[in-house]
């Protein structure tokens, strides 16, 4: 059973640094391209960053470059994402998610992706 388990959320102050974690089970995380993506509240939901499973390959939305690196330890079975500089904007809860095939190439597209955590929440508000 495919299980994504995120964590690291909470309130951090403008200009503030967190680390979110995706604990994965139930597959082999080093087959498959992860995906964070989040959401506000009354806003869709938008990718943010992904890591490849298949090329290694790293993809980020415009709006976080520069500031988010995510990465990947496949022996703990965990995905990151590191954030720093947050800004207001970037309050919302956060998800990890997982495509459907093995081997995929990274994307931001919400469509790619079968499987989701349970979400974590992030606040940054002075």
């Known amino acids: 059973q495919v299980q994504l388990v995120e964590s690291g959320g909470g309130l951090v102050q403008p200009g503030g640094s967190l680390r979110l974690s995706c604990t994965a089970s139930?597959?082999?995380?080093?087959?498959?391209?992860i995906g964070w993506f989040r959401q506000a509240p009354g806003k869709e939901r938008e990718g943010v960053s992904c890591?490849?499973?298949?090329?290694?390959?790293?993809y980020y939305a415009d709006s976080v470059k520069g500031r988010f690196t995510t990465s990947r330890d496949n022996t703990k079975n965990t995905v990151y994402l590191h954030m720093d500089n947050l800004k207001p904007e970037d309050t919302g809860v956060y998800y990890c998610?997982?495509?459907?095939?093995?081997?995929?190439?990274?994307?931001?597209?919400?469509?790619?992706?079968?499987?989701w955590g349970q979400g974590t929440q992030v606040t940054v508000s002075s």
């Open positions: 998610s997982r495509m459907f095939s093995q081997f995929s190439k990274c994307g931001l597209h919400r469509g790619l992706y079968t499987y």
């Open positions: 139930g597959f082999t995380l080093g087959n498959y391209a």
């Open positions: 890591t490849g499973g298949l090329d290694g390959g790293l």
